[in-house]
Nanobody
Framework: QVQLVESGGGLVQAGGSLRLSCAAS????????MGWYRQAPGKQRELVAS???????TYADSVRGRFTISRDNAKNTVYLQMDSLKPEDTAVYYC????????????????WGQGTQVTVSS
């Protein structure tokens, strides 16, 4: 009973910015790592950025220096600030969370959002 809902996608011109948000809700005891993945048509889903519960971040080489991931643990929300967007950033962006649910022991589970479309025009 965990849901991830993304928002903030849209159409933007090259060089512009977007901020994606992903709010987790449900029977959550703890969220470990949260991350953003993206999938472009004809390509495999790839990790864009991730952030641990302690705030350690990881970025794909293609976005490092342009994107910033952050989280608000009190709100179970992760953000992706995307600056200097390029057409190759066009993809469906998916939120991911590694969750320990309330009442569940010895088991962490991955949850995915429904995806939000980011389109960067050239």
């Amino acid at each position: 009973q965990v849901q991830l809902v993304e928002s903030g996608g849209g159409l933007v011109q090259a060089g512009g910015s977007l901020r994606l948000s992903c709010a987790a809700s449900g029977s959550i005891f703890r969220i470990n790592t949260m991350g953003w993945y993206r999938q472009a048509p004809g390509k495999q889903r790839e990790l864009v950025a991730s952030i641990t519960s302690g705030g350690s971040t990881t970025y794909a080489d293609s976005v490092r220096g342009r994107f910033t991931i952050s989280r608000d643990n009190a709100k179970n929300t992760v953000y992706l600030q995307m600056d200097s967007l390029k057409p190759e950033d066009t993809a469906v962006y998916y939120c991911n969370a590694d969750v320990r649910r309330l009442g569940v022991t010895f088991k962490n589970e991955d949850y995915w959002g429904q995806g939000t479309q980011v389109t960067v025009s050239s």
